[in-house]
């Protein structure tokens, strides 16, 4: 079975504090993204990356960083978290542009 | 800019009922469509996937359908259960040199035993 896996589930960060969200995935794919979800916003597409080393901005890429050193590994660091960066944070990852994506459980940061 | 819709935003049914849900999209040059389940609190869980070249997919209970000229989904749930219920979301894939999925916010579905 695909399985991604993110390090946490809840984080409570104080402000300004710099924050590292890990995500993990066993399938050797190719592409691997993060995105934040909010009530009534939907889910926004932060970073993405598409191999080792590679990134590309989202929809939202401000007050965020990524970094892919290996393949299986997708961080995303808020360098200065703020309390607008409250949210629930979803990685996901795909062999192929045409092929499915799949989830991690999610991360529920909250900023204080 | 690709806008996704979904409606209703929510609905609730007795157990045993089969029912639609709907996703409308604006650009129709998409690759793809993907349907995903996500229950309270938790990451996105993949349903079906249908390529813009196909018309339909199946899995179970599950068949979603796909008219890319006129810029509509459904998913058909047969016979629906209480463990259907969660939130269903929609996502589009775009043709934009990556795979960006474009979300909708989602059907929040409730079956009543």
């Known amino acids: 079975d695909v399985k991604v896996t993110q390090s946490s589930r809840y984080l409570v960060k104080r402000t300004g504090e710099k924050v590292f969200l890990e995500c993990v995935q066993d399938?050797?794919?190719?592409?691997m993204f993060w995105y934040r979800q909010d009530p009534g916003l939907g889910l926004r597409l932060i970073y993405f990356s598409y191999d080792v080393k590679m990134k590309e901005k989202g929809d939202i890429p401000e007050g965020y960083s990524v970094s892919r050193e290996k393949k299986e590994r997708f961080s995303l660091i808020l360098e200065s978290a703020s309390t607008n960066q409250t949210s629930m944070y979803l990685c996901?990852?795909?062999?192929?542009?045409?092929?499915?994506?799949?989830f991690g459980q999610g991360t529920r940061l909250t900023v204080v | 800019k690709q806008e996704v819709t979904q409606i209703p935003a929510a609905l609730s049914v007795p157990e045993g009922e089969n029912l639609v849900l709907n996703c409308s999209f604006t650009d129709s040059a998409i690759y793809n469509l993907q349907w995903f389940r996500q229950d309270p609190g938790k990451g996105l869980t993949s349903l079906l996937l249908?390529?813009?070249?196909?018309r339909e997919q199946t899995s179970g209970r599950l068949n979603a359908s796909l008219d890319k000229s006129s810029g509509r989904s459904t998913l058909y749930i047969a016979a629906s259960q209480p463990g259907d219920s969660a939130t269903y979301l929609c996502?589009?894939?775009?043709?934009?040199?990556?795979?960006?999925?474009?979300f909708g916010t989602g059907t929040r579905l409730l079956v009543s035993p």
């Open positions: 996901a990852s795909s062999l192929r542009l045409d092929n499915a994506a799949f």
């Open positions: 249908i390529q813009s070249s196909q």
């Open positions: 399938m050797d794919h190719e592409n």
């Open positions: 996502a589009v894939g775009e043709d934009t040199g990556f795979q960006k999925l474009v």
